[in-house]
């Protein structure tokens, strides 16, 4: 059974920090890449940052550029998003979701993040 969980979410005022952290399970993990979307109260869901197989590639939504790091431990089957310098606007819910190729092919519950200001 495939699942990803999410943990880390919570309420920090802005300027602040939080890592987040999504475990993996039911597939090969160390196969696919992995990304973080978002979804904000009454907006659609967007891209925030995904990062190849392997770790050595990341790529960034300008929005979070500078302020969040992607990275995974393949051996814990776990991918981890340091959030630093928090803002208002980076209030959602986060998700982590797995892709083999183009499209994502698994996605977790997600974890609420509120930054009050």
């Known amino acids: 059974q495939v699942q990803l969980v999410e943990s880390g979410g919570g309420l920090v005022q802005a300027g602040g920090s939080l890592r987040l952290s999504c475990a993996a399970s039911?597939?090969?993990?160390?196969?696919?890449?992995m990304a973080w979307f978002r979804q904000a109260p009454g907006k659609e869901r967007e891209f925030v940052a995904r990062?190849?197989?392997?770790?050595?590639?990341?790529f960034y939504a300008d929005s979070v550029k500078g302020r969040f790091t992607i990275s995974r431990e393949n051996a814990e089957n776990t991918v981890n998003l340091q959030m630093n310098t928090l803002k208002p606007q980076d209030t959602a819910v986060y998700y982590c979701a797995a892709s083999l190729s183009v499209r994502y092919d698994y996605w977790g519950q997600g974890t609420r993040v509120t930054v009050s200001s």
């Open positions: 039911g597939f090969t993990f160390s196969n696919y890449n």
């Open positions: 990062i190849n197989r392997s770790g050595s590639v990341t």
